[in-house]
Nanobody, 125 residues
Framework: QVQLVESGGGSVQAGGNLRLSCGAS????????MGWFRQAPGKEREGVASVYSGAGLTNYADSVKGRFTITLDNAKNTVYLQMNSLKPEDTAMYYC??????????????????WGQGTQVTVSS
């Protein structure tokens, strides 16, 4: 059974930083894809960042490029999202997701099979 558990959310002021963590059980990263998504109230879930362990390839939404970084720790079976220079528009529930294989659209929520429960990020101006 695959379980994904996020942590690290919280409230920060604009310009601040947070690091989200997602611990995975029942799922290995090798040759699979992990992603971070977010959903603000009244909006659709959107892809933020993705990493394919097989080739070390990463993808980012344009809105977070240069500010967010996704990384894997294979030894800990944990994926991280380092978020720097946070903006109020980054406020959302953030979800970790996993899928088997690496093909397809890396930032599309429909491509992912497994989801965590989410962690709230609130950025105040």
């Amino acid at each position: 059974q695959v379980q994904l558990v996020e942590s690290g959310g919280g409230s920060v002021q604009a310009g601040g930083n947070l690091r989200l963590s997602c611990g995975a059980s029942g799922f290995t990263f090798m040759y699979n894809r992990m992603g971070w998504f977010r959903q603000a109230p009244g909006k659709e879930r959107e892809g933020v960042a993705s990493v394919y362990s097989g080739a070390g390839l990463t993808n980012y939404a344009d809105s977070v490029k240069g500010r967010f970084t996704i990384t894997l720790d294979n030894a800990k079976n944990t994926v991280y999202l380092q978020m720097n220079s946070l903006k109020p528009e980054d406020t959302a529930m953030y979800y970790c997701a996993a899928r088997r294989g690496g093909s397809g659209r890396p930032l599309s929520p429909t491509e992912y099979n497994y989801w965590g429960q989410g962690t709230q990020v609130t950025v105040s101006s």
